[in-house]
C-alpha cells in the first residue's frame, strides 16, 4: 500500500501530542517534513518521529514532499495557511477550530470541495473509543430514550504572558477553543438543536481576553436537553472529562480519565427521608486516560486513502461553530439563541 506523505505545521505543544499518535499510524502514513517559524521547534517534533524528515520555517516550501498537511497554527493562520495547501490539492487534517469566522470557513470549504481535496476538523473526541461505544450504547435502544446528556471538562489552562491564545487571536474564549469539541459531541449525539444559551467568566482564569469558565445549555428537537460545563480554571477536580447521558432505564457515564463506562440504575421514586441505594454496573473498561488522538489520524488516513468524506469534516465543524458564534451573540442580548437553522452533518 502506498502511503501518505504527510506534513506537519506548526510544533508548538499541539503537535507534540500529534506527533505521538502519527508514530502509531506507520502503516498508512509517513512524516516527510515537519515546519515550525522556529526550527528548534521543528526539529524537536522531528525527533520524536525518528525518520528524519525534512525541516522547513515556511510551509510554502515543502508542497514538493507532502500529499496531506496537518495544520495546528494558530488559530487566526488557520484560514490562509488551509487556503494554500487546498490550491496545491493536498489534503488537510485542520487543528479545532476550522477558522475564526463563518465567512473563511466557508470559503475554505468550498475550495476543498472544488478541488476534490479531504479537509477534516481534528476533533478527536469523536474518535475515541470510549465515546464510540457510548454512542453504540445510546443508538442501540436498549437503555431507552435519551432525555438529557452532561459534558464536563475541568482542567488548569494558563498560558504564558506573551501566548497568542491571550489575545483575539484565540476567536473566542473557552467554549470557541475546547468547548468546539463537545458541542460538536453533543450533536452528534443528540441531533437537531432547538434553542441554547451560554453564560461565560473570566473569574479565576483573569489570563483570558474572553472566557475561561462556560455553561452552555442547549434543547433539542427531541426534547432532549444537552449541557457542557466547563473550565480552565480547576485547581482540583473530580470530574476531569466525565460524559453522562440520562436516558428512561438509567445513566451512563463515560469516565475518560479511568477509561470505563458504568451503567447506574435505580428506578425507586425519591423518597426525602431514604437514602437511595441503584444498581452499578461497568459495561466497558479500556483503562486509558491517553489523549488518543492516534484514532482521529488513522481516520483521516483512511478518508485520504479511500475518497472517503470525514465524519468530522468541514460542513459538519462549521454548523457546531455557528452554534457557539449564536450562542455568544444571544449571550450579549442576556436572550436564548435560535439553533433552528443549523443543520448537523447533513
Not at 87 to 107: A, D, F, G, T
Not at 124 to 151: A, H, N, Q, T
Not at 193 to 198: A, D, K
Not at 255 to 281: C, L, M, Q, W
Request: some cysteine; proline content about 3%.
Amino acid at each position: 500500500m502506498q502511503k501518505i506523505r504527510m506534513g506537519l505545521i506548526g510544533c508548538g505543544k499541539m503537535m507534540g501530542a500529534h506527533a505521538k499518535a502519527v508514530n502509531s499510524c506507520t502503516k498508512a502514513l509517513e512524516i516527510t517534513a515537519v515546519c515550525d517559524i522556529l526550527p528548534e521547534r521543528a526539529a524537536e517534533v522531528a525527533g520524536v518521529l525518528g525518520n528524519n524528515p525534512s525541516i522547513y520555517t515556511n510551509y510554502r516550501d515543502m508542497t514538493g514532499e507532502v500529499d496531506a498537511v496537518l495544520i495546528a497554527l494558530p488559530h487566526d493562520l488557520h484560514y490562509e495557511c488551509g487556503m494554500f495547501f487546498a490550491r496545491q490539492h493536498k489534503h488537510i487534517m485542520m487543528e479545532k477550530p476550522l477558522c475564526n469566522s463563518e465567512e473563511e470557513c466557508l470559503r475554505l470549504i468550498e475550495i476543498c470541495e472544488q478541488e476534490s481535496v479531504v479537509l477534516m476538523c481534528a476533533y478527536p473526541v469523536r474518535y475515541w473509543p470510549g465515546i464510540i461505544k457510548l454512542k453504540e450504547m445510546v443508538d442501540s435502544g436498549e437503555y431507552g430514550k435519551v432525555f438529557m446528556m452532561s459534558v464536563w471538562t475541568e482542567q488548569l489552562t494558563v498560558y504564558p504572558w506573551d501566548h497568542w491564545g491571550l489575545t483575539a487571536r484565540l476567536g473566542g474564549g473557552q467554549l470557541f477553543s475546547h468547548g468546539c469539541h463537545y458541542i460538536d459531541l453533543l450533536l452528534w449525539f443528540l441531533g437537531q438543536p432547538v434553542t441554547g444559551t451560554h453564560i461565560g467568566t473570566n473569574l479565576g482564569t483573569e489570563w483570558m481576553l474572553r472566557e475561561g469558565t462556560s455553561a452552555v445549555t442547549i434543547k433539542f428537537a427531541s426534547g432532549a436537553i444537552g449541557y457542557h460545563g466547563a473550565t480552565w480554571g480547576a485547581r482540583g477536580t473530580r470530574l476531569g472529562y466525565d460524559f453522562q447521558i440520562h436516558t428512561e432505564k438509567g445513566l451512563l457515564d463515560y469516565d475518560h480519565s479511568a477509561g470505563t463506562i458504568t451503567f447506574y440504575s435505580n428506578d425507586r421514586a425519591h423518597d426525602p427521608g431514604a437514602v437511595s441505594r441503584g444498581t452499578k454496573e461497568i459495561l466497558w473498561d479500556k483503562g486509558t486516560n491517553d489523549k488518543a488522538t492516534q484514532h482521529e489520524v488513522n481516520h483521516f488516513a483512511d478518508c485520504v486513502l479511500g475518497g472517503k468524506k470525514p465524519l468530522t469534516d468541514g460542513r459538519s465543524a462549521l454548523e457546531g461553530l455557528r452554534v457557539i458564534w449564536k450562542l455568544y451573540n444571544a449571550e450579549k442580548h442576556n436572550t436564548a439563541a435560535d439553533l433552528t437553522d443549523i443543520h448537523p452533518f447533513a
